[in-house]
T-cell receptor, first 113, second 110 residues
């Protein structure tokens, strides 16, 4: 079956612009996660959704970052007024919920120039 | 909140030898401990996981041990092969939130 997909795969933007990253989870997966991975670094938790509710937003680095999810489907991560330090790969993962294997998407590589 | 520490950050072993990666966690309520492997330029993939009601789990050359009292868990890879070269991440989970360690870059030397 189809895995987690993310779009775009690559995004180059100018400093100060807004960007929107999209994640399509595996159908039926109630939990959805966003992570940031800087080059050669670990997985930095940003936010997760259970259904369309976000119980934990503690990982969002600043108020320039926001995310939403429609039902148990698509999620978008929005970064406003991008800064160079936002450059990273943004990974989305979904899971059936209640603690279990996460299935990762291919990521969106964001470059802020 | 949960904090996961992972050691070492880099590990080099001769092909055929064993590799051990260790993690500690802070939240005693964490009950699910997965390990992910990330090859260069690829997405992380689950290789093995363990729940808090189990002390050890093995899958072919890979094993994970969990010490709930000490709040630490370890990944053991035996008879290492070149394709084991990758970055390995441990994680600890309570309910739906999963916190990852910073990763261990494993090099298998010929």
């Amino acid at each position: 079956g189809a895995g987690v997909s993310q779009s775009p795969s690559n995004k180059v933007t100018e400093k100060g612009k807004d960007v929107e990253l999209r994640c399509d989870p595996i159908s039926g997966h109630t939990a959805l996660y966003w992570y940031r991975q800087r080059l050669g670094q670990g997985l930095e938790f940003l936010i997760y959704f259970q259904g369309n509710s976000a119980p934990d937003k503690s990982g969002l680095p600043s108020d320039r970052f926001s995310a939403e999810r429609t039902g148990e489907s698509v999620s978008t991560l929005t970064i406003q007024r991008t800064q160079q330090e936002d450059s990273a790969v943004y990974l989305c993962a979904s899971s059936p919920g209640q603690g279990g294997e996460q299935y990762f998407g291919p990521g969106t590589r964001l470059t802020v120039t | 909140g949960e904090n996961v520490e992972q050691h070492p950050s880099t590990l080099s072993v001769q092909e055929g030898d064993s590799a051990v990666i260790k993690c500690t966690y802070s939240d005693s309520a964490s009950n699910y401990f997965p390990w992910y492997k990330q090859e260069l330029g690829k997405r992380p993939q689950l290789i093995i996981d363990i729940r808090s009601n189990v002390g050890e789990k093995k899958d072919q050359r890979i094993a994970v041990t969990l010490n709930k009292t000490a709040k630490h868990f370890s990944l053991h890879i035996t008879e290492t092969q070149p394709e084991d070269s990758a970055v390995y991440f441990c994680a600890a989970s309570r309910d739906d939130k999963i916190i990852f360690g910073k990763g261990t870059r494993l090099h298998i030397l010929p």
